[in-house]
């Protein structure tokens, strides 16, 4: 098998006043050469749901009649071997004092993403890593995240970091499960509870993951490794 990986990232509520409680990174990765089957997969539950190929699965879609589907997006994850997520959380972003540490928020956001990262990145491997589109600001920071990631690992030559790049998640299936995932745990890490299909989408996460969302993981754990951040690494 090849050691090249394509790593999906996406972000909730990373803004510093955006009035939300909770912040979370995500990523789900799997090797290159598994992305097509994954992708073929996946659309094949979109279709045996009744939804067309470029439908676009996300969170924010998540309701009572589209409850199955879901559960079956998520299930896939799990059932597949090569897929794999890693997730930070900050559950409150009012404890942050980027003063006190010399640094303002976009600065403590792209130690946060190599935080999130760097448990996925071995030295001996090559990546290549898809960030979510999301403002006009967004090349800005794929040049800034790709200087820290290359710095961070001492990869001068670009032969680990071969690519970091902006795509949209409507066209990405395994961008959409990322997407899944890190809502489910904003939604929880916010104190929601006002749709019962969103409910049931976090409790199946309970369950398939064997965690409680609310805790960290083992640094090493491979299939659903989460670190719940304590401000120890401003």
């Given at each position: ?15 510093e006043n955006d009035r939300q409680k909770a912040m979370v990174l ?69 404890v942050l004092d980027h003063q006190m540490h010399g640094q303002d ?130």
């Amino acid at each position: 098998m090849s050691n090249t990986y394509n790593v999906y990232c996406d972000e909730s509520c990373h803004l510093e006043n955006d009035r939300q409680k909770a912040m979370v990174l995500g990523a789900v990765w799997c090797p290159d050469e598994k992305r097509i089957e994954i992708y073929k997969r996946l659309r094949e539950i979109k279709a045996r749901h009744g939804f067309d190929l470029d439908f676009e699965s996300k969170w924010t879609k998540v309701s009572p009649s589209k409850l199955e589907f879901y559960l079956d997006f998520l299930d896939y994850f799990f059932d597949d071997d090569d897929l794999h997520f890693r997730g930070v959380i900050i559950p409150d972003k009012s404890v942050l004092d980027h003063q006190m540490h010399g640094q303002d928020h976009d600065t403590w956001y792209y130690k946060m993403y190599f935080t999130l990262l760097k448990v996925i990145i071995d030295p001996a491997s090559r990546y290549r890593i898809y960030l979510d589109i999301k403002d006009t600001h967004g090349q800005e920071k794929v040049e800034k995240l790709k200087d820290v990631l290359k710095a961070k690992n001492y990869d001068y030559s670009n032969r680990i970091i071969q690519n970091v790049q902006r795509v949209r998640s409507h066209e990405i299936e395994i961008l959409q499960l990322t997407d899944l995932i890190i809502g489910g745990l904003s939604y929880l890490h916010r104190d929601l509870s006002d749709s019962s299909a969103k409910l049931r989408l976090i409790e199946r996460l309970r369950d398939r993951s064997g965690y409680s969302l609310l805790r960290n993981t083992l640094y090493r754990e491979q299939k659903f490794n989460l670190l719940v951040w304590n401000g120890g690494e401003q």
